[in-house]
Nanobody, 116 residues
Framework: QLQLVESGGGLVQPGGSLRLSCAAS????????MGWYRQAPGKQRELVAG???????NYGSSVKGRFSISRDNANNMVYLQMNSLKPEDTAVYYC??????????WGQGTQVTVPS
């Protein structure tokens, strides 16, 4: 079973940057499509960015051009570089790993706060 641990969240001023990291263990990391999701209070969880096992990326419309997802298969890591942060980016950010229809794992989340 794959375990995912996020880190790198925190408080950042508007316009600032953060890099989130997700460390995976317990499985063959390279086969998984990885994603970052976020959930703000009172809102549904939404996709922020995804990266396939082959390295193809996709982004939510609200973060396109500001956020960048990457993966390091040698070290079982996935990253989310977040630039030009806005108050509406405030949320708990979750790392996700999927493979096929049955393998679907989540991390515990890391809080990102951008004050208004």
């Amino acid at each position: 079973q794959l375990q995912l641990v996020e880190s790198g969240g925190g408080l950042v001023q508007p316009g600032g940057s953060l890099r989130l990291s997700c460390a995976a263990s317990g499985g063959l990391f390279s086969i998984y499509a990885m994603g970052w999701y976020r959930q703000a209070p009172g809102k549904q969880r939404e996709l922020v960015a995804g990266i396939t096992s082959g390295g193809n990326t996709n982004y939510g419309s609200s973060v396109k051009g500001r956020f960048s997802i990457s993966r390091d298969n040698a070290n079982n890591m996935v990253y989310l570089q977040m630039n030009s942060l806005k108050p509406e980016d405030t949320a708990v950010y979750y790392c996700n790993a999927k493979s096929g229809s049955r393998l679907d794992y989540w991390g515990q989340g890391t809080q990102v706060t951008v004050p208004s």
